[in-house]
């Protein structure tokens, strides 16, 4: 567990970082389809906001594309961690706005190693953690 900064503690094994550009993903079932916008991502996982409709929210596979060229990871598995409404504070926003935090179930190297590169290029702060480490 690592400390958060406001007393608490977090639980995730690693940690998260806000995406700084627009990062679109698409959540998957066998059946269903769910566009979502990636709120923060980390090595373990990913955080989503997305707009529920009629689906069932047993989400298995997730697929990433950006603006950034070449940037496109397409269904990586996953399980969910969480999935309730957005909130803000301790109020609910009554927008109907859900948010979703999924970790990776066992990706293939390839996907592994497409995912590290991802994060290179997003997010700076993990950049400098791999420099700092070598």
């Avoid at 690693?14 to 079932?29: C, G, M, N």
């Avoid at 969480?82 to 066992?106: E, H, I, S, W």
């Amino acid at each position: 567990m690592m400390p958060t900064g406001d007393g608490s503690t977090e639980k995730r094994e690693h940690a998260r970082f806000k995406v700084q550009e627009t990062v679109f993903a698409v959540l998957e079932t066998d059946i269903e389809r769910q566009p979502a916008l990636v709120v923060n991502v980390g090595q373990g996982g990913v955080c989503l906001h997305y707009f529920r409709d009629k689906y069932s929210c047993n989400w298995q596979k997730l697929t990433i594309s950006s603006f950034y060229p070449d940037c496109f990871l397409g269904q990586l598995p996953v399980e969910i961690v969480y999935d309730g409404p957005v909130r803000k504070g301790y109020d609910t926003q009554a927008n109907g706005m859900r948010c979703c935090g999924l970790k990776f179930a066992a990706p293939t190297f390839t996907q592994q190693a497409l995912w590290n590169l991802f994060l290179e290029h997003h997010i700076p702060a993990i950049h400098g953690q791999q420099q700092a480490k070598m």
